[in-house]
């Protein structure tokens, strides 16, 4: 029974994660707006050889007339990056004091500031989706009996 939770589990994961990675994928076509800092940070992550940063957004933007806030610099997973290159990052996103929301048209409330996706994003649905259907092939074996 315990096989089949993790299975299970791991399953869910890989679907919520493939969500993940369509978002940021799909977030390079989506409309932008203008949008405002509510505030914003970058926090010291201990990681291994160092330590890096990772970036806290929230910000408020109006699509059609709705007011809108969000607390997503993108979608997807990221690894800490390096402290000074998140500052950076920070920095460019809110240049000049103009910063750029994209939202999803057929949901706005659904925003990100940065778009794309990276390897990790791309890679992890497949790798839960592996490990789910060993999970479920161990189960069936034990639950069965087949040997050799």
Request: hydrophobic share 45%; with cysteine.
């Amino acid at each position: 029974m315990s096989i089949q939770i993790v299975s299970l589990g791991l399953l869910a994961l890989a679907i919520y994660t493939a969500r993940l990675a369509w978002f940021a994928s799909a977030s390079r076509g989506w409309p932008t707006t203008p949008g405002r800092m509510v505030y914003s940070n970058v926090y010291r992550v201990d990681v291994e050889g160092g330590s890096g940063g990772r970036t806290y957004v929230h910000y408020s933007y109006v699509v059609d007339g709705v007011a809108y806030e969000s607390k997503r610099l993108r979608f997807g997973l990221f690894p800490p990056g390096e402290y000074h290159m998140a500052l950076s990052e920070l920095t460019t996103l809110q240049g000049r004091g103009k910063l750029r929301v994209f939202y999803d048209p057929k949901k706005p409330a659904r925003a990100c500031l940065r778009t794309g996706i990276n390897e990790l994003t791309f890679a992890v649905p497949f790798l839960l989706l592996i490990l789910s259907m060993v999970f479920m092939a161990v189960d069936y074996v034990v639950s069965t009996g087949v040997t050799r």
